[in-house]
């Protein structure tokens, strides 16, 4: 009779000479595998340590769906082993990796990834910071380096960055009445802001969250001295 144990420990052994296969669909298959065991109660006779640098390692692979299985598995570990290298995948080339490892990072602790989220959303590749502008909307506590970081979003030269800060601050806005005036305090502080990026796009911000007087606030825009805000407010009010 075999000792308890004995046949996940062989199951293990299989996952593991897998994940180190020239096959891209064989490696994916052994890392979620490991993933999956990852999250269970071991016995001893199971190698814990392999398993863990084994996810660490395939973090790294060449293939993007091999990474995230590896991001995934890594999330059954203790955050002290695995943050860092599920934090270093939030910046990936890779845009469902990087989603993988903001989700994972939030579910192995929720308020230090929001300051790693924060420092990365000045990262200088536009598709990062909009990953990471992002996954600010999954923050448990929102305090003034979340809420500066997302104005920052709101200025930034890239749209699609922009875009990224305004749906998360509207997605907090959603969280409560008084998560509501924050925002709305923010967007109408943003139509006179210096940063003409921050004013055009606080115009749409505030038309999107419903606030009254939208027609007014594009009538004075007219007058701004920046032609793609103008160009906003005519758009808007041709609507």
């Known amino acids: 009779m075999n000792e308890p144990g004995e046949a996940l420990r062989h199951e293990v052994m299989d996952l593991l000479r897998r994940s180190s296969s020239a096959d891209e669909a064989e490696r994916r298959a052994a890392i979620t595998g490991l993933g999956t065991v990852a999250g269970r109660q071991l016995p001893a006779s199971v190698e814990h340590d392999t398993i863990a640098s084994t996810l660490v390692h395939a973090a790294r692979d060449t293939s993007p769906r091999v990474r995230i299985r590896a991001i995934r598995g890594l999330g059954a570990l203790p955050a002290s082993r695995s943050a860092s290298v599920v934090m270093a995948a939030v910046t990936d080339d890779d845009y469902a990796v990087r989603e993988a490892a903001?989700?994972?990072l939030i579910s192995l602790d929720a308020d230090n990834a929001a300051a790693a989220l924060v420092s990365?959303?000045?990262d200088h590749t536009d598709p990062v910071r909009c990953s990471a502008l992002t996954g600010?909307?999954?923050a448990h506590t929102v305090d003034d380096s979340i809420l500066r970081t997302l104005?920052?979003?709101l200025a930034d030269p890239n749209a699609?960055?922009?875009g990224a800060a305004m749906a998360t601050l509207r997605a907090l806005a959603s969280r409560s009445p008084r998560m509501t005036e924050v925002v709305v305090d923010l967007a109408r502080r943003?139509?006179?802001d210096p940063s003409p990026q921050r004013r055009e796009i606080s115009i749409e911000l505030l038309r999107?969250?419903?606030e009254?007087?939208?027609?007014e606030r594009c009538l004075a825009a007219l007058d701004d001295p920046e032609p793609a805000v103008r160009q906003r407010a005519e758009r808007t009010l041709e609507r």
Do not use: E
Not at 212 to 215: E, K, L, Q, Y
């Open 120 to 122: 990365v959303a000045r």
């Open 136 to 138: 600010l909307r999954a």
């Open 151 to 153: 104005v920052h979003g």
């Open 102 to 104: 903001i989700r994972t």
């Open 212 to 215: 009254p007087g939208h027609r």
């Open 190 to 192: 943003g139509l006179t």
């Open 208 to 210: 999107q969250l419903g």
């Open 160 to 162: 699609s960055v922009q």
